[in-house]
């Protein structure tokens, strides 16, 4: 038996057992490998999630953490050079927090935000065996939010957007 720390009830040993059992259970659903799972099991779950959110790679390692984007390893360099937080899927320590924002967030959600703008006609997808394109495709697309929506403050608007200068302003009569 063990006490209680005010002694007033005592704890028989299949108590004990029942405690920690519950206790080492509620643990299990957060070790490495099963946020590792849970990582993987998301990114199966949508075909955007099996490609680079930034270039045309397949099977993406490593995670944007700033973007909540799955991104190949010469992505997640560039995205570095930006920095924004990378951690590679299987190399890295996950918390349970870090792998509810990825599944609030992932490639097609990126998409939606920063590509709600974008044509393939004006800047296509980068080749990841061209890192100096992949890093402009992701300055224009994360730092410039070029292609981004244009209700609310989050994109800026592109010089197409802008009227000549010898032309009204939109705004004068």
Excluded at 77 to 93: A, D, P, W
Excluded at 103 to 129: I, M, Q, T
Excluded at 145 to 165: A, I, L, M, Q, V
């Amino acid at each position: 038996a063990i006490c209680c720390q005010d002694s007033s009830s005592i704890l028989e040993p299949a108590q004990v057992q029942a405690l920690v059992a519950g206790a080492v259970g509620k643990m299990k659903k957060n070790t490495e490998k099963d946020l590792i799972d849970r990582i993987r099991a998301f990114q199966r779950s949508d075909k955007s999630n099996k490609k680079c959110a930034d270039c045309i790679e397949i099977g993406p390692t490593y995670i944007c953490l700033t973007f909540s984007t799955f991104v190949c390893t010469t992505c997640c360099g560039l995205h570095r050079e930006f920095s924004h937080k990378i951690k590679g899927i299987s190399v890295s320590k996950w918390t349970p927090e870090e792998i509810d924002e990825i599944e609030r967030g992932g490639n097609a959600k990126a998409a939606e935000k920063y590509l709600a703008r974008w044509d393939a006609r004006d800047f296509a997808e980068p080749d990841s065996s061209d890192p100096s394109r992949c890093r402009e495709f992701i300055r224009m697309k994360y730092v410039d939010k070029r292609w981004c929506e244009r209700d609310g403050n989050e994109g800026s608007r592109s010089r197409r957007d802008e009227p000549r200068r010898d032309e009204p302003r939109r705004d004068e009569p």
